[in-house]
């Protein structure tokens, strides 16, 4: 059984979506993916043969899983069951194995179970598909808009080959759109039909790489567009733009997750992109400036620390201007914390200078703190030799060498000034007290 083919129809396909009609059924029909699917690559030699083995499909919405799945599901000699992990639950994943060992009991013959949105399965109906992918008893196709190192368990990854798809282009999309207005059987070439070209140029553009809204767009175009004279139907640049009207912007928890990390690597070298990020992420993709802030407050330590100690200021007072004015008002302080944070001096010292306490850390299995700097504030400390310690202020240039470390790693030095903005100052008195 494919459940892929529920509802199919011969003809034109009346009363399914032109996107659906014109779904790929075979490797040459599929758009995009060349890198896993082009002549000669794994993928499409397991596919061909019909020998895939469990596998995992991560890629952004409309890149083309469930239809390389589909294409899967006509290739295969065995049963092809489709669950969406949205709805399925532990019950039907055993339904699933059971059918698929008699079937293979009985006739020798495989199952491949498709879990759509693989992400959204818990990790106890995760587990309940081991046992069956481990003996083989059915092969596995998750398809995931998700990080699946962040939603999928180890053990079923480590039991699946990962191919990553790539987002789409308007390319892409006028492909498809040519092929459907080509096509007698399945598209809209049973039509009397003309798109311009600029017509279909703006439907790929506002899809965003999304071929199956391009299609619904322009098959939405042709039938509310009123015939000509001749009874032909023209589809404009205005009939376009009315048929679809704004990108759609991908905003997925891993999207958001990726968004972030390139602002904060932005931050170490590029003013431009760190202020794209930014604004594109709440602009377009509705996060909340608070997490950009937060990441930039972090950052001011993490990558500038002393090199430029106003870095910290300034990203804590755009976040004060951000709770006491709110948005939009707060984001030409935002903006400016963002550059002062990326045109000043960079330096991860402090960074290194917690690891390597964390280091001693690891070593030590206690640190006693010296007599000298033990507490004297009560009578008797001197009698239990808390005494000897040295007051800076009272020596030239405020300063007197002496332990300030436990015995044990009394020379180790963890935070080491670069040579960086205004650590460059700090090194060289550093350098003067270690008498380099």
Request: aromatic content about 6%; proline content about 3%; glycine content about 6%.
């Amino acid at each position: 059984m494919d459940l892929f083919s529920l509802g199919e129809d011969n003809g034109n396909g009346s009363g399914r979506l032109l996107a659906d009609r014109m779904r790929p059924v075979n490797l040459d029909e599929y758009i995009g993916q060349e890198h896993i699917v082009g002549r000669g690559k794994l993928l499409r030699r397991a596919i061909e043969a019909d020998q895939v083995s469990s596998i995992l499909l991560y890629g952004p919405p409309g890149c083309g899983k469930t239809t390389l799945a589909h294409i899967i599901s006509h290739h295969t000699q065995g049963e092809f069951v489709r669950l969406n992990a949205v709805e399925a639950s532990v019950k039907d994943v055993r339904e699933v194995i059971e059918r698929a060992q008699s079937n293979k009991a009985l006739y020798g013959s495989k199952t491949i179970l498709f879990l759509d949105e693989v992400h959204r399965f818990n990790s106890s109906r995760q587990d309940a598909l081991l046992p069956a992918v481990e003996k083989g008893t059915i092969t596995f196709i998750g398809a995931t808009t998700e990080n699946p190192f962040h939603y999928v368990n180890g053990a079923l990854m480590s039991r699946s080959t990962l191919f990553q798809l790539e987002s789409l282009t308007s390319e892409h999309s006028l492909i498809a759109m040519k092929r459907a207005l080509a096509d007698e059987q399945r598209g809209l070439g049973f039509m009397d039909l003309k798109a311009d070209e600029d017509a279909l140029q703006h439907i790929a553009t506002m899809a965003n790489g999304d071929i199956r809204r391009a299609l619904n767009a322009l098959e939405l175009a042709a039938m509310t567009t009123a015939p000509e004279s001749d009874g032909s139907v023209h589809i404009t640049l205005e009939v376009a733009e009315e048929s679809i009207r704004r990108p759609i912007v991908k905003a997925d928890e891993s999207t958001q997750y990726d968004v972030l990390s390139a602002f904060h690597k932005s931050i170490r070298g590029s003013s431009d992109a760190a202020l794209f990020w930014f604004l594109y992420a709440v602009e377009k993709l509705g996060m909340d400036p608070m997490t950009f802030i937060r990441r930039l407050i972090a950052a001011s330590s993490e990558d500038i620390g002393l090199a430029n100690p106003q870095a910290m200021v300034q990203a804590v007072s755009a976040l004060d201007a951000y709770r006491n004015n709110g948005w939009p008002e707060a984001k030409l302080n935002i903006a400016q914390a963002i550059l002062f944070a990326v045109e000043s001096p960079k330096s991860n010292g402090v960074v290194m200078a917690i690891a390597n306490v964390m280091d001693s850390l690891e070593d030590l299995k206690s640190a006693e703190v010296p007599l000298h700097l033990r507490d004297t504030h009560y009578k008797g400390a001197a009698q239990l030799g808390h005494e000897g310690y040295q007051y800076p202020h009272n020596f030239p240039g405020h300063y007197v060498k002496q332990d300030y470390l436990p015995k044990a790693i009394s020379r180790r030095v963890f935070y080491q000034a670069t040579e960086q903005g205004n650590e460059a100052k700090i090194r060289h008195n550093q350098q003067l007290r270690r008498g380099q």
